[in-house]
């Protein structure tokens, strides 16, 4: 068994600094593990007392019986190094640092952190400034959360790996509190030695866990974590989570409790997107959605029946989930034609949808007929059901008759609990039934379903592109033309282009493009030419020259410099204009695609993917972008445009990834804005460029 295994199971705990005083930190833990039932050894270490509820106190750690499988540590900062230090040596397997005080104080803290990450040598830590873990499948409380102070908790398939120690007690409770069962709960904070990965790898071998949850703070090590999720997809175990930090104060927050860079928000969404990670939008969200995962039933469309016995709360379901773009449509023939055979007489209205059967709370017989139908009828693909007042004077009755359909169909089946009973709602929960209090609730659930079931590993690129010679491409900020020239080497086609210093060379090279040109400042300092009046588009040839000096004169006066160098470009027309950029943070590597244009920021149509560690997008990848933009339909043919030449744009993502991925860190940033996308067949043309390289 390894160390981390061991950290869940272990056969004996030291708690260093014990306290027999249990409404403080330190007496916490020897106080929970005697309480939930822990049956290995407990080795309390306080020099100043003999024994701390009725076991045995050893002066030090030198005293020992023997070196513990795992240690929690209730010391400070400085005194927690010299204990880590000796249990290493001891030969303990895993040690849990409660002590803040490292990373997340500044330098001086990062120095402690460094000197215990040394201290450990080959004994895996977790925290510091962690509350500790949760083993729920096995009794086993490793943990100064004061949610353990509840007498009873049910264990169940969700496993918890949190970044923050008070999420953890509070999804504990919370959870306990709905009937909703967890298996393992860890806080991994400051992450000195494991890490969000180590434990995501863990709960996929987990037989006990079926469904991953993740609070996230930040992502220290991305390509770890993007393996181990894959790991996670891949093996039919869903991961959850809930990423905070989505305005900049939640990220400051973030960052000041771990000492941890965060990345972009966006590049979060691009990231979970990519290794199959469902992302939580609310913290109700991230209890809901893991609880109708952990049921195993999969969602295999987007039909769904609402089956009620009050009206209003029925329209509330159906809304929901017309807003969240599912379906509720009218049952069919044969369908209806049983719903009817169930009716005694004529209070019940069971050819529509939802389906009303006004006292089956009442009629336990009419209430199991009606589930039976809707999960037998091929109309439907989940079913909701509606559970009312009346079922508050016999909660029993409505969740066994619920509970008793279960077995004869694998479709999702939720309960929506309209009136406030949380009692209600935990028996529900408790017998295998998801059941929210919110409708909102209910449809975030199954768009989570039917995001697993939609789910496809990426797909492995063949063999990598060669590479391509950029020794004699200058560093710093690359004007248009250099830029230009960077991505055609990569496979990027720009407009046909002169440079040109007069506008007597102006005017010879307007003639030769084209009756009308672009013409341009050619500086790379300036990235938005436009904003100075260094853009002029649709420019007669024999003007050109004269343009060309009012540019001058109108450059100069708003930007205070005269320019010399100038870009006269065709005139490109018949194509949509995209945006394609490079974003580069701590989480790595993102492609941006998008409207484009000078409405880029205004309109703020983009999608986001990080380029893999393999080294460029698949062209699947590239197509879905396209796909994902509100202005998809410009580029599919809208009201009769053109169809768009969709594969060339994939083909340009591609290189765009692919030259991202060679120049690394060299690539400072990258855009092209606008690049047309001609019609079918005619390809694309990069008709501006930004690059700025490191030296």
């Given at each position: 068994?390894?160390?981390?295994?061991?950290?869940?199971k272990p056969r004996s705990v030291a708690v260093i600094?014990?306290?027999?005083?249990?409404?403080?930190?330190?007496?916490?833990?020897?106080?929970?593990?005697?309480?939930?039932?822990?049956?290995?050894?407990?080795?309390?270490?306080?020099?100043?007392?003999?024994?701390?509820?009725?076991?045995?106190?050893?002066?030090?750690?030198?005293?020992?019986?023997?070196?513990?499988?795992?240690?929690?540590?209730?010391?400070?900062?400085?005194?927690?190094?010299?204990?880590?230090?000796?249990?290493?040596?001891?030969?303990?397997?895993?040690?849990?640092?409660?002590?803040?005080?490292?990373?997340?104080?500044?330098?001086?803290?990062?120095?402690?952190?460094?000197?215990?990450?040394?201290?450990?040598?080959?004994?895996?830590?977790?925290?510091?400034?962690?509350?500790?873990?949760?083993?729920?499948?096995?009794?086993?409380?490793?943990?100064?959360?004061?949610?353990?102070?509840?007498?009873?908790?049910?264990?169940?398939?969700?496993?918890?790996?949190?970044?923050?120690?008070?999420?953890?007690?509070?999804?504990?409770?919370?959870?306990?509190?709905?009937?909703?069962?967890?298996?393992?709960?860890?806080?991994?904070?400051?992450?000195?030695?494991?890490?969000?990965?180590?434990?995501?790898?863990?709960?996929?071998?987990?037989?006990?866990?079926?469904?991953?949850?993740?609070?996230?703070?930040?992502?220290?090590?991305?390509?770890?974590?993007?393996?181990?999720?894959?790991?996670?997809?891949?093996?039919?175990?869903?991961?959850?989570?809930?990423?905070?930090?989505?305005?900049?104060?939640?990220?400051?927050?973030?960052?000041?409790?771990?000492?941890?860079?965060?990345?972009?928000?966006?590049?979060?969404?691009?990231?979970?997107?990519?290794?199959?990670?469902?992302?939580?939008?609310?913290?109700?969200?991230?209890?809901?959605?893991?609880?109708?995962?952990?049921?195993?039933?999969?969602?295999?469309?987007?039909?769904?029946?609402?089956?009620?016995?009050?009206?209003?709360?029925?329209?509330?379901?159906?809304?929901?989930?017309?807003?969240?773009?599912?379906?509720?449509?009218?049952?069919?023939?044969?369908?209806?034609?049983?719903?009817?055979?169930?009716?005694?007489?004529?209070?019940?209205?069971?050819?529509?949808?939802?389906?009303?059967?006004?006292?089956?709370?009442?009629?336990?017989?009419?209430?199991?007929?009606?589930?039976?139908?809707?999960?037998?009828?091929?109309?439907?693909?989940?079913?909701?059901?509606?559970?009312?007042?009346?079922?508050?004077?016999?909660?029993?009755?409505?969740?066994?008759?619920?509970?008793?359909?279960?077995?004869?169909?694998?479709?999702?089946?939720?309960?929506?609990?309209?009136?406030?009973?949380?009692?209600?709602?935990?028996?529900?929960?408790?017998?295998?039934?998801?059941?929210?209090?919110?409708?909102?609730?209910?449809?975030?659930?199954?768009?989570?379903?039917?995001?697993?079931?939609?789910?496809q590993s990426p797909a492995v690129n063949g063999t990598?592109?060669?590479?391509?010679?950029?020794?004699?491409?200058?560093?710093?900020?690359?004007?248009?033309?250099?830029?230009?020239?960077?991505?055609?080497?990569?496979?990027?086609?720009?407009?046909?282009?002169?440079?040109?210093?007069?506008?007597?060379?102006?005017?010879?090279?307007?003639?030769?493009?084209?009756?009308?040109?672009?013409?341009?400042?050619?500086?790379?300092?300036?990235?938005?030419?436009?904003?100075?009046?260094?853009?002029?588009?649709?420019?007669?040839?024999?003007?050109?020259?004269?343009?060309?000096?009012?540019?001058?004169?109108?450059?100069?006066?708003?930007?205070?410099?005269?320019?010399?160098?100038?870009?006269?470009?065709?005139?490109?027309?018949?194509?949509?204009?995209?945006?394609?950029?490079?974003?580069?943070?701590?989480?790595?590597?993102?492609?941006?695609?998008?409207?484009?244009?000078?409405?880029?920021?205004?309109?703020?149509?983009?999608?986001?993917?990080?380029?893999?560690?393999?080294?460029?997008?698949?062209?699947?990848?590239?197509?879905?972008?396209?796909?994902?933009?509100?202005?998809?339909?410009?580029?599919?043919?809208?009201?009769?445009?053109?169809?768009?030449?969709?594969?060339?744009?994939?083909?340009?993502?591609?290189?765009?990834?692919?030259?991202?991925?060679?120049?690394?860190?060299?690539?400072?940033?990258?855009?092209?804005?606008?690049i047309f996308v001609l019609p079918e067949g005619q390809?694309?043309?990069?008709?501006?460029?930004?690059?700025?390289?490191?030296?």
């Amino acid at each position: 068994m390894n160390a981390i295994a061991r950290l869940f199971k272990p056969r004996s705990v030291a708690v260093i600094g014990a306290s027999g005083d249990p409404s403080k930190t330190a007496g916490r833990p020897i106080a929970y593990l005697r309480k939930h039932g822990f049956s290995g050894e407990i080795y309390p270490v306080n020099p100043r007392v003999e024994s701390i509820d009725g076991l045995k106190c050893y002066p030090d750690i030198a005293s020992l019986p023997a070196a513990p499988d795992v240690a929690m540590i209730c010391l400070g900062a400085e005194r927690a190094i010299a204990a880590v230090r000796e249990l290493s040596q001891r030969g303990t397997l895993a040690a849990i640092v409660l002590a803040s005080g490292y990373g997340e104080t500044g330098e001086e803290g990062m120095r402690r952190q460094q000197e215990l990450i040394e201290a450990a040598g080959s004994m895996r830590i977790l925290g510091p400034n962690t509350i500790g873990l949760v083993n729920l499948t096995d009794d086993i409380p490793l943990s100064a959360s004061g949610a353990l102070e509840m007498e009873k908790f049910p264990a169940g398939a969700i496993g918890l790996v949190s970044q923050s120690g008070g999420i953890l007690g509070a999804l504990l409770s919370r959870a306990a509190a709905r009937g909703i069962g967890m298996s393992k709960l860890v806080s991994t904070s400051n992450e000195v030695d494991l890490e969000l990965a180590d434990f995501i790898d863990y709960l996929v071998d987990d037989e006990a866990t079926r469904v991953i949850a993740l609070y996230v703070e930040t992502v220290r090590n991305p390509e770890k974590f993007r393996a181990a999720c894959l790991r996670a997809a891949n093996a039919g175990k869903p991961v959850v989570a809930f990423k905070i930090g989505r305005s900049e104060a939640g990220a400051r927050a973030a960052v000041s409790h771990t000492g941890a860079l965060a990345g972009a928000d966006r590049m979060y969404d691009a990231l979970f997107k990519q290794v199959g990670v469902i992302r939580a939008q609310t913290f109700a969200d991230f209890i809901d959605i893991p609880a109708a995962l952990a049921s195993g039933r999969i969602l295999k469309g987007n039909r769904v029946a609402v089956l009620t016995s009050t009206g209003g709360a029925g329209t509330l379901i159906s809304d929901a989930m017309g807003v969240s773009g599912f379906e509720t449509p009218a049952p069919d023939a044969e369908t209806a034609e049983r719903l009817r055979a169930l009716q005694t007489g004529d209070e019940a209205a069971l050819d529509r949808n939802p389906i009303d059967v006004t006292l089956a709370g009442l009629k336990p017989d009419l209430l199991r007929g009606a589930i039976n139908t809707l999960l037998a009828s091929p109309s439907y693909d989940a079913l909701v059901i509606i559970v009312g007042s009346s079922a508050l004077a016999m909660p029993e009755l409505m969740v066994g008759a619920i509970k008793d359909c279960l077995p004869n169909s694998d479709k999702p089946v939720f309960a929506y609990v309209s009136p406030h009973a949380p009692n209600l709602a935990a028996l529900l929960n408790e017998r295998g039934v998801p059941a929210y209090v919110a409708p909102e609730s209910c449809a975030a659930a199954l768009d989570a379903m039917l995001q697993v079931a939609s789910w496809q590993s990426p797909a492995v690129n063949g063999t990598k592109a060669a590479t391509v010679s950029v020794s004699d491409v200058p560093g710093g900020s690359l004007d248009e033309a250099q830029a230009k020239d960077l991505f055609a080497r990569f496979g990027l086609p720009g407009v046909r282009e002169t440079i040109v210093t007069t506008p007597e060379e102006a005017i010879i090279a307007a003639k030769s493009l084209g009756e009308r040109v672009v013409i341009k400042i050619l500086s790379g300092e300036i990235t938005h030419k436009s904003d100075i009046g260094g853009v002029a588009v649709g420019v007669p040839a024999a003007e050109a020259g004269a343009r060309l000096t009012a540019m001058i004169a109108e450059v100069k006066a708003k930007a205070g410099f005269t320019p010399t160098r100038f870009l006269v470009q065709e005139m490109v027309s018949g194509g949509t204009e995209v945006i394609l950029g490079v974003h580069r943070d701590s989480l790595g590597t993102g492609i941006l695609l998008g409207m484009g244009g000078v409405q880029a920021e205004l309109f703020k149509d983009t999608t986001l993917r990080l380029v893999p560690s393999c080294g460029e997008l698949s062209r699947d990848d590239a197509l879905s972008m396209a796909r994902e933009l509100k202005t998809w339909p410009l580029l599919d043919g809208f009201r009769g445009r053109p169809k768009a030449d969709v594969g060339a744009l994939a083909s340009a993502i591609v290189a765009f990834s692919r030259m991202a991925s060679q120049l690394g860190d060299k690539l400072v940033e990258a855009e092209i804005n606008p690049i047309f996308v001609l019609p079918e067949g005619q390809g694309v043309r990069a008709a501006d460029g930004v690059a700025i390289l490191g030296e």
